[in-house]
């Protein structure tokens, strides 16, 4: 993967961008009225680009690797905490080239690719980790094989047999609860470590901890069935909360960077029980996932922002998941 040349493009109310060649082009920076940015790009339907920010134009740092589509924009819901930055985009050269927002860790960067509802992808240090893969092949065929599978519950949105057999690579290590562990053949078993509620492993060099996960209004999820997770990826930790209410272990996680929150209405939590639990543990970025109500409605992620307001300056990164 190569970076083409970059050229300044424009510069705007504190925040400025530079695009790369002829292809890739910052058509506007548009400021919110709840002070995030707004990026436009006018972007060749297809190719991959990767949007970076510098504070000083010296060093530059990857924040979100894109595709062109007939919709090319970025929302940095980062901005209303900073003073002002300059972006730059690059055109990228080569075939599979991972989409997503980067997590600069000490050991290379996170990358985070959303699936669908409750699975996503992520890549680090070398290795392809599976959070909850549900679907069949078709929404992985161009991701690389699994190193590491994370299952959270038995139940069918975060669990499926034939997708698990669909990516997980040779050697593929998969973390699961036992009732999961109960549910599968054989040969997922051998590959099968099971967690408990607050049980500990390191795997791969990830150090991981198994959170409870589960509801507490509602009978869906009981106590003790479910795992959320906690990962160490190069000194940053990165919380998943599968199907959980706004429990007291949720509530006192410490030191999270980046936590995955689910809130749907009735099977885990509402936006406004969410918006409380993520001000008490205080993660520094928060990706609202699983939000697809009983009704097919969505959960309203702009209340949540708004709920969350920018005292705590905790970044509400909302993406596509549907």
């Keep these: 993967m190569n970076h083409l040349p970059a050229v300044l493009a424009l510069c705007l109310s504190g925040f400025g961008a530079a695009a790369l060649a002829q292809q890739t082009a910052f058509t506007a920076i548009e400021r919110q009225t709840n002070k995030e940015i707004i990026l436009r790009l006018s972007v060749r339907t297809g ?149 408990s509620n607050g049980a500990k492993t390191n795997v791969l060099g990830i150090r991981i901890e198994a959170v409870p996960s589960y509801t507490f209004t509602t009978s869906n999820h009981p106590k003790g069935v479910g795992n959320g997770y906690v990962l160490t990826l190069g000194g940053k930790r990165v919380y998943i909360s599968g199907d959980s209410e706004d429990t007291s272990e949720m509530r006192q996680l410490a030191e999270i960077d980046v936590a995955f929150v689910c809130m749907n209405v009735p099977y885990t939590m509402s936006v406004t029980k969410a918006a409380d639990a993520i001000r008490a543990f205080r993660p520094r970025v928060v990706y609202p996932y699983h939000y697809r109500n009983q009704d097919s409605t969505l959960a309203d992620l702009n209340s949540l922002k708004r709920q969350m307001g920018i005292d705590l300056q905790i970044e509400i990164r909302t993406r596509k998941w549907y």
């Design 47 to 195: 190719l991959a680009y990767q949007i970076e920010t510098s504070s000083d134009l010296g060093r530059w740092d990857p924040l979100s690797t894109l595709r062109g589509s007939t919709l090319n924009q970025y929302t940095d819901s980062a901005a209303p905490f900073l003073n002002g930055r300059f972006y730059r985009a690059l055109e990228l050269s080569g075939t599979n080239v991972l989409t997503g927002d980067h997590l600069s860790t000490a050991e290379g960067d996170a990358i985070v690719h959303p699936i669908n509802h409750a699975s996503f992808f992520m890549s680090w240090n070398g290795l392809a980790i599976y959070n909850d893969p549900v679907g069949g092949t078709a929404p992985y065929q161009t991701l690389p094989r699994a190193d590491l599978i994370l299952v959270s519950h038995n139940h069918g949105d975060h669990f499926d047999t034939a997708t698990l057999n669909a990516v997980k690579g040779a050697s593929a290590v998969i973390l699961a609860p036992q009732a999961v562990y109960n549910s599968l053949p054989v040969t997922l078993k051998n590959q099968t470590v099971v967690l």
